[in-house]
């Protein structure tokens, strides 16, 4: 079965990281116009139930908002950002998505999708890359990250926000001097409005507890599949 998700309720989740370079951070606060302005476009104003929060994660994990359809309080949060103290003493990335996802998506519906700015290098996280992505795996959310670029040696950040966003169903974008935040924004925008639930009966039926893996493509070339690499079962 495959049914049209654009009607159905949101939730939007922002997570920025604040320890960042001085060049990350300038690029960072001259994007919080482009951030509030995508999270204004998708929630829809006759859609109480469309939702978001932001949260900002360095040294420690932040909830600047909590779930809310409000705009004016989505725009302080954002202003927040822009005030936060920059830390450079720990980057907790997989401990802001496993917050996000288990917090703030497990008691959601519906449609649910984190949007990660980050350099993507963890620095003293508890959780571990395969707890951020088996968190919003289970809590069926797709995680779209933006890379900010590093021009540093050292591990490399744009391979994990590759894995956690395609593992989840989600995207990975970088900025450069071609792309925005805003231009980003735009795409994901039109890719969040143009998804689908597709459905279907594992075999044999009764494939026991843990993760399986699902592999999707289409017939038509040309065309690029983006989806969940397996789902999680209790049963």
Known sequence: NVIPQSDLPLTLGLIVQTSLTPHQRYALRNETDASYGFLDHMLREDKDKDKAFVVRFGHDVGVLQGLTSSRPKLAAALQLMQTAEFSSGGTLLYDAVCLASN??????????????LSDGIDRGSKETLEDAVEAAERTDTSVYSILLTQNWPGPNGKKILERISTETGGRMFKISNGLTVAQIYAQA???????????YTPVPADAG???????????????????????????
């Open 103 to 116: 917090r703030m998506m497990k008691a959601q519906q519906e449609r649910k999708a984190l949007f990660v």
């Open 189 to 199: 925008q039109e890719e969040l409005r143009n998804q689908y639930i597709l459905g």
């Open 209 to 235: 507890a843990g993760y399986h893996r699902i592999q999707l493509t289409t017939k038509k070339k040309g065309l690029t599949v983006e989806a969940r690499d397996g789902y999680y079962s209790d049963q």
